[in-house]
Nanobody, 124 residues
Framework: QVQLVESGGGLVQAGGSLRLSCAVS????????MGWFRQAPGKESDFVAS????????YYADSVKGRFTISRDNAKNTLYLQMNSLKPEDTAVYYC?????????????????WGQGTQVTVSS
């Protein structure tokens, strides 16, 4: 049984920063493609960023490119999302996810496991 638990969300002012973490347990973390998605109020879940199992390949949504950085520490079984220059439009519940195998990680249906989500609220 694979479990993903997000943390690090909260309330920040526009222009501020947050770092989200996703702790993975139950299986070998390094074998997974990992990603972040977010769901804003009243909207569908959207892709944010993904990273290959080796950490060598990353993908970002255009809306966060240049502001967010996805990374992973396989020794700690943890995925991160560093969010800088936050905007009110970034307000959403953020979910981490894990996919078994080689994927870009940009689509919901590529993932096998999902976390419970963590709330990020950016005030103006």
């Amino acid at each position: 049984q694979v479990q993903l638990v997000e943390s690090g969300g909260g309330l920040v002012q526009a222009g501020g920063s947050l770092r989200l973490s996703c702790a993975v347990s139950g299986r070998t973390f390094s074998s997974y493609t990992m990603g972040w998605f977010r769901q804003a109020p009243g909207k569908e879940s959207d892709f944010v960023a993904s990273i290959s199992w080796s950490g060598g390949s990353t993908y970002y949504a255009d809306s966060v490119k240049g502001r967010f950085t996805i990374s992973r520490d396989n020794a700690k079984n943890t995925l991160y999302l560093q969010m800088n220059s936050l905007k009110p439009e970034d307000t959403a519940v953020y979910y981490c996810a894990a996919a078994i195998g080689y994927y870009s990680g940009t689509s919901h249906n590529q993932y096998d496991y999902w976390g419970q989500g963590t709330q990020v609220t950016v005030s103006s």
